[in-house]
């Protein structure tokens, strides 16, 4: 039998089968590659030991350096910041604790469990906020298009001299001006993700629990999120063996343009944009190319139309709300990436295989019903969502029929209020692997006359 070289193995614990493919000798050509690929350097006295498994990593790394132009090189156009402290900001009086629904944006200033990947609208503050863990999920279907999740701080001080405290860019003034990338701070190098980025809309702020980043150019912006949101990427971040996601890290990035762009920034478009304060975001960057595009699975759950019923302005049916298509939505940026990259499908798979041991176990305990909804996950960060296992044990094996799950949302202004929630049968998995294969070879063939 193939021995399992992941991190981690069927089980979930360590894993340390031996393998030849282990082993790895560094001469001075792989001190090299690591000292360009993340330090920028050809000096092999600056190449730091990232944190790889087997020697077909290198090869995944020799890609990523083959690609030549990073974040780094489009400074002029591009900036990060921290914006609010959250204690010294506190102390100085420049934002107070206020654990609130937002009364328009500048009252809104995120903290770093509010986002998920590709998700602005990830968790909501509950009224008592003291813990990582005393947030709500959102579901996406249930709220309003004008809505905002609950959140921690406001600012302290009047509004214009609230204004003159945030920084200024070249091109557009003050940054909070623009839409952003936030992505979290801390990098959770063990976890189901490491990089978490999403994009806010203008008037809003974040606390330095989140790293912005603003861009000149929004097609750049929303290429770059797209970007963010994938694997690949995220592989990038965590073979760093960085606690913080600071500047120096993000210069690392690559910054890759390609015939992929369109398809990757649609996606992060349809992620991204949940609420009418990213009307102007989608509106200035639609193209009727985007009514062309087509799921690359088949699945009765996702529907071309989808797509082809897109249209200029934004509407709350624009975006990606099952959980089902924002996870398809997910792998199709996972794909695109890669070949934007330049790597290939046995190279994705190996990243995934090898450096998600989480993401793996997440997607083999997490089940949709044939609306989209996960009815149950084992995903700790999705706490409350979905049937208890208990209670999904009963159900699992049910080939048809409806079944009904009674809660109490309190992530809305006027909650808690009762929600009902319909589940369809049969509920069914996900592989991801062999959805990287079917989606693979299909962008393969669509893409190749382009």
């Given at each position: 039998?193939?021995?399992?070289?992941?991190?981690?193995?069927d089980?979930?614990?360590?894993?340390?089968?031996?393998s030849?493919r282990?082993?790895?000798?560094?001469?001075?050509?792989?001190?090299?590659?690591?000292?360009?690929?993340?330090?920028?350097?050809?000096n092999?006295?600056?190449?730091?030991?990232?944190?790889?498994?087997?020697?077909?990593?290198?090869?995944?790394?020799?890609?990523?350096?083959?690609?030549?132009?990073?974040?780094s090189s489009?400074?002029?156009?591009?900036?990060?910041m921290?914006?609010?402290?959250?204690t010294?900001?506190?102390?100085?009086?420049?934002?107070?604790?206020?654990i609130?629904?937002?009364?328009?944006?500048?009252?809104?200033?995120?903290?770093?469990?509010?986002?998920?990947?590709?998700?602005?609208?990830?968790?909501?503050?509950?009224?008592?906020?003291?813990?990582?863990?005393?947030?709500?999920?959102?579901?996406?279907?249930?709220?309003d298009?004008?809505?905002?999740?609950?959140?921690?701080?406001?600012?302290?001080?009047?509004?214009n001299?609230?204004?003159?405290?945030?920084a200024?860019?070249?091109?557009?003034?003050?940054?909070?001006?623009d839409?952003?990338?936030?992505?979290?701070?801390m990098?959770?190098?063990?976890?189901?993700?490491?990089?978490?980025?999403?994009i806010?809309?203008?008037k809003?702020?974040?606390?330095?629990?989140l790293?912005?980043?603003?861009?000149?150019?929004?097609?750049?912006?929303?290429?770059?999120?797209?970007?963010?949101?994938?694997?690949?990427?995220?592989?990038?971040?965590?073979?760093?063996n960085?606690?913080?996601?600071?500047?120096?890290?993000?210069?690392k990035?690559?910054?890759?343009?390609?015939?992929?762009?369109?398809?990757?920034?649609?996606r992060?478009?349809?992620?991204?944009?949940?609420?009418?304060?990213?009307?102007?975001l989608?509106?200035?960057?639609?193209?009727?190319?985007?009514?062309?595009?087509?799921?690359?699975?088949?699945d009765?759950?996702?529907s071309?139309?989808?797509?082809s019923?897109?249209?200029?302005?934004?509407?709350?049916?624009?975006?990606?709300?099952?959980?089902?298509?924002?996870?398809?939505?997910?792998?199709?940026?996972?794909?695109?990436?890669?070949?934007?990259?330049?790597?290939?499908?046995?190279?994705l798979?190996?990243?995934?295989?090898?450096?998600?041991?989480?993401?793996?176990?997440?997607?083999?305990?997490?089940?949709?019903?044939q609306?989209?909804?996960?009815?149950?996950?084992?995903?700790?960060?999705?706490?409350g969502?979905?049937?208890?296992?208990?209670?999904?044990?009963v159900?699992?094996?049910?080939?048809?029929?409806?079944?009904?799950?009674?809660?109490?949302?309190d992530?809305?202004?006027?909650?808690?209020?009762?929600?009902?929630?319909?589940?369809?049968?049969?509920?069914?998995?996900?592989?991801?692997?062999?959805?990287?294969?079917e989606?693979?070879?299909?962008?393969?063939?669509?893409?190749?006359?382009?």
């Amino acid at each position: 039998m193939k021995k399992q070289l992941g991190i981690k193995n069927d089980k979930g614990d360590w894993n340390t089968n031996g393998s030849p493919r282990r082993i790895i000798h560094f001469d001075k050509e792989k001190l090299c590659l690591l000292a360009q690929v993340f330090d920028g350097s050809n000096n092999i006295k600056d190449a730091k030991l990232s944190a790889i498994q087997l020697r077909e990593e290198l090869d995944i790394l020799r890609t990523f350096n083959n690609v030549k132009t990073t974040l780094s090189s489009i400074d002029e156009k591009f900036m990060i910041m921290e914006m609010w402290h959250e204690t010294n900001s506190q102390k100085s009086g420049d934002i107070i604790r206020n654990i609130h629904f937002a009364h328009n944006g500048f009252d809104r200033i995120y903290s770093g469990p509010h986002i998920g990947v590709g998700n602005p609208l990830f968790k909501s503050s509950r009224r008592i906020c003291k813990l990582n863990s005393d947030y709500d999920n959102i579901d996406l279907l249930n709220v309003d298009f004008n809505y905002s999740q609950r959140i921690n701080y406001s600012p302290a001080k009047k509004h214009n001299e609230y204004m003159k405290l945030i920084a200024e860019n070249s091109w557009s003034g003050k940054v909070i001006n623009d839409y952003r990338i936030v992505a979290r701070k801390m990098l959770n190098l063990g976890g189901e993700r490491t990089l978490i980025a999403a994009i806010i809309p203008p008037k809003t702020s974040h606390i330095n629990g989140l790293l912005g980043f603003d861009f000149k150019d929004e097609n750049d912006l929303v290429l770059a999120e797209a970007m963010f949101s994938s694997l690949p990427f995220d592989y990038f971040v965590r073979t760093l063996n960085k606690g913080n996601l600071q500047p120096n890290v993000v210069a690392k990035l690559p910054y890759v343009t390609s015939k992929y762009n369109s398809a990757l920034c649609l996606r992060a478009l349809m992620l991204n944009c949940l609420s009418e304060e990213y009307s102007q975001l989608w509106e200035r960057l639609y193209k009727k190319e985007y009514n062309e595009n087509k799921w690359a699975k088949e699945d009765k759950r996702l529907s071309d139309l989808k797509f082809s019923n897109l249209k200029s302005c934004l509407t709350f049916e624009t975006s990606c709300r099952t959980d089902f298509e924002r996870r398809q939505i997910l792998v199709e940026i996972d794909v695109l990436t890669s070949m934007a990259l330049g790597m290939t499908l046995q190279q994705l798979q190996t990243i995934y295989k090898i450096q998600f041991p989480v993401l793996q176990s997440y997607e083999d305990d997490t089940w949709y019903d044939q609306n989209g909804r996960i009815a149950f996950t084992n995903n700790r960060s999705m706490t409350g969502v979905g049937f208890t296992r208990k209670d999904f044990e009963v159900i699992k094996n049910e080939k048809n029929g409806e079944f009904i799950l009674e809660i109490e949302d309190d992530t809305v202004v006027d909650g808690p209020v009762k929600r009902t929630i319909r589940y369809k049968a049969p509920f069914t998995k996900c592989n991801r692997e062999k959805d990287y294969e079917e989606v693979w070879h299909n962008f393969e063939e669509r893409f190749a006359n382009i």
